[in-house]
């Protein structure tokens, strides 16, 4: 069934191999995936420990209804302490790993210690074994695969893998599940590097037997039709997710030159109606009717002829505004470049930005550069940093350490030119025009990030009675909310709330844009409540669901907290709050955002989540949600 799937305990140090069940108790308290996770990290990561050492572990996981007849549960979700924040490292992707590890047998993978040389690791059918990776140290992600589906005479094996980057240890190094399936954020990757593990691969015929199969069925298919009936969700099956960055781009929310504008002007070379002309098509996580990911082959230069995937908005931003380039050509380059290397795209992009600005302002020099002209607009340089940073060689190596631990090698004013939260880039969009979206980046999780608590339908102008049906089950707001994408007030209530919409979508393994993200009609609290009853037999209402994602943001906190964080981290670049926006819609210009008020959001926001203002889970929050025992070391 759908709850036999157990949690596997691999130690690289001493080979050991334990498997467990997971208790229901836990199940309904957690749910899985990330949820699960994060209670998993905040038991067996000691605090204060290397995020590169042997004491840190990598968790693999699938969520609850990952391989049932439940739509789009592809998500597979990777954590661990992270190398690049030195907070609570967490990445999820689409793809297949996750569902052909549930017919593998298992839910979690708990991979601790440190392997003496190169291995990884083969689960097939409950079985699990550590092989010598001898022969696939220093491949790139595409050739691991091959390489071990060869070995094991199995073209169907699904495999993550590391590349370069992780091998490394590029602080933000990747995992990737497929030719562009990426566990990019918070540097997953440099853990499973520094323990020598170059890849899990899986393969499972386990079938998961589902509680109520007719019904099952009868109801996703109600889903499926909420989900493609959705306008955006059309449009990503057309021109993929490119299409926010087009649409963003043309208000004045995209992040460009680092951080010097906030629209990218003339690209109409790197539109996604261009991109798009330049796909094979489009293709789709496991069971996904969206099917938003493009294909390609790069039709000139030095790298034509070569297929990949992609490129999502997150690239078009990183390898296109943000180091001021207009090419097409250089997106799918440097996209293929993270891709194979293995390393973030994201953070990759905004290093290289960031160093562009530095050299403009003269704080980077040729000699620095080795003679790279490192300006705004060169393509060549944007294609040779990947490479670089991939291969720690030269500034590479330095950029190769994340935004703080390069500004501090750097020196001189460079601090003051990052874009980013808690150690961690932000993402190519420009939020000094819209509050509730600046707040989600500077207080979420995994430090500066759009996929934690962005509530994106604040850009739709919705009106307020239907802000109201969304924002107030399940559990009951009667507090303000407003209309306007620049007001401050009523939008902590929406991170919140966001927040704990995307942690138990996180946690059941379904894709974000299946639910309420970009738009105010998808599948929600009450769908899911259906979807775990009728695959799994678990009785949860709406309100269980809130209190599991509660409980797993709480715990996300903790964990954040014995690191040592404190509420100055929720914060900003000071370049928010002293830079005005320049481009855009004329009331996209002249931004900045408002000091005083967003310290009031913070506080508003800390209240709606039970924490004191310090942003302390309160005694009583966690009581009421049944944590305040953590870490208990039950399972
Ligand atoms: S919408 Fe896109 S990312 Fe999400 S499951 Fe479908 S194909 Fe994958």
Not at 2 to 9: E, I, N
Not at 54 to 76: E, Y
Not at 481 to 498: C, F, I, N, P
């Amino acid at each position: 069934m759908a709850l036999d799937r157990k949690v596997a305990y691999i130690n690289l140090t001493t080979g050991e191999i334990e498997t467990k069940p997971i208790p229901i108790k836990i199940r309904e308290m957690f749910l899985g995936g990330r949820g699960l996770d994060a209670y998993l990290m905040y038991n067996h990561i000691k605090p204060g420990v290397d995020p590169l050492g042997p004491d840190n572990a990598a968790f693999i996981s699938a969520g609850l209804l990952v391989g049932t007849l439940a739509s789009a549960t592809s998500r597979t979700h990777i954590g661990g302490k992270s190398p690049l924040t030195g907070y609570f490292g967490s990445a999820n992707m689409g793809g297949f790993f996750a569902p052909e590890m549930r017919f593998a047998g298992f839910d979690h993978l708990v991979i601790k210690g440190k392997a003496e040389k190169p291995v990884y690791i083969w689960i097939n059918n409950g079985k699990i074994e550590i092989r010598d990776a001898a022969n696939i140290w220093g491949k790139d992600t595409n050739e691991t695969r091959e390489i071990i589906r060869q070995e094991l005479g199995d073209r169907d094996i699904t495999v993550l893998a590391i590349g370069i980057g992780g091998e490394n240890l590029v602080r933000y190094a990747n995992v990737m599940t497929g030719i562009k399936n990426s566990g990019g954020r918070t540097g997953m990757g440099a853990i499973l590097g520094s323990k020598n593990c170059k890849a899990v691969a899986v393969r499972g015929t386990m079938d998961i037997k589902i509680a109520h199969p007719e019904e099952a069925l009868e109801y996703n298919r109600r889903v499926i039709n909420q989900v493609i009936s959705t306008k955006v969700n059309r449009e990503m099956g057309k021109i993929g997710t490119g299409f926010i960055w087009g649409a963003t781009n043309s208000w004045g929310g995209v992040r460009t030159r680092n951080f010097q504008t906030n629209q990218l002007e003339d690209s109409d070379d790197v539109e996604p109606e261009h991109i798009e002309e330049l796909s094979m098509g489009m293709t789709a996580c496991f069971g996904c009717q969206v099917h938003c990911r493009g294909k390609y082959v790069i039709a000139s230069g030095p790298y034509a002829g070569i297929y990949d995937e992609g490129p999502e908005y997150t690239s078009m931003g990183a390898f296109a505004a943000e180091p001021g380039c207009k090419s097409a050509l250089t997106i799918l380059v440097s996209n293929h470049l993270v891709n194979i290397y293995g390393i973030d795209t994201l953070e990759t992009g905004s290093m290289i930005a960031w160093a562009m600005e530095l050299y403009e302002a003269g704080i980077l020099t040729d000699k620095d550069t080795d003679g790279l002209e490192l300006r705004f607009g060169n393509d060549e340089a944007v294609i040779e940093m990947c490479h670089r940073i991939a291969r720690r060689e030269g500034l590479g190596d330095i950029l190769a350490e994340g935004p703080l631990r390069a500004a501090e090698k750097i020196g001189k004013d460079s601090y003051k030119y990052l874009v980013q939260v808690k150690g961690m880039s932000n993402l190519n969009s420009d939020e000094r025009a819209t509050p509730a979206l600046a707040l989600n980046v500077a207080v979420a999780s995994r430090g500066s990030d759009h996929l934690r608590g962005r509530p994106a339908i604040d850009l739709y102008g919705l009106p307020e009675p239907v802000l109201r049906r969304i924002y107030s089950q399940p559990v009951p707001y009667d507090g303000p909310l407003t209309s306007h994408w620049q007001d401050y007030e009523g939008k902590a209530w929406m991170v919140r709330w966001q927040e704990t919409c995307f942690e138990a979508v996180d946690a059941l393994g379904i894709c974000k844009y299946h639910t309420l993200f970009l738009g105010p009609n998808l599948p929600n609290f009450d769908e899911w409540s259906r979807l775990i009853y009728l695959n799994t037999g678990l009785e949860m209402s709406p309100l269980d669901i809130w209190n599991a994602a509660d409980r797993a943001y709480n715990i996300e906190r903790l964990f954040n907290i014995r690191e040592g964080l404190t509420r100055k981290d929720d914060w900003l670049s000071d370049r928010y709050y002293d830079e005005e926006t320049t481009r855009g819609i004329p009331i996209a210009r002249g931004k900045t955002i408002d000091r005083k008020k967003f310290t009031k959001m913070i506080d508003e926001y800390y209240e709606y989540h039970g924490w004191d203002e310090n942003g302390v889970p309160r005694p009583e929050t966690l009581k009421k949600l049944g944590i305040d025992k953590e870490p208990s070391h039950k399972l």
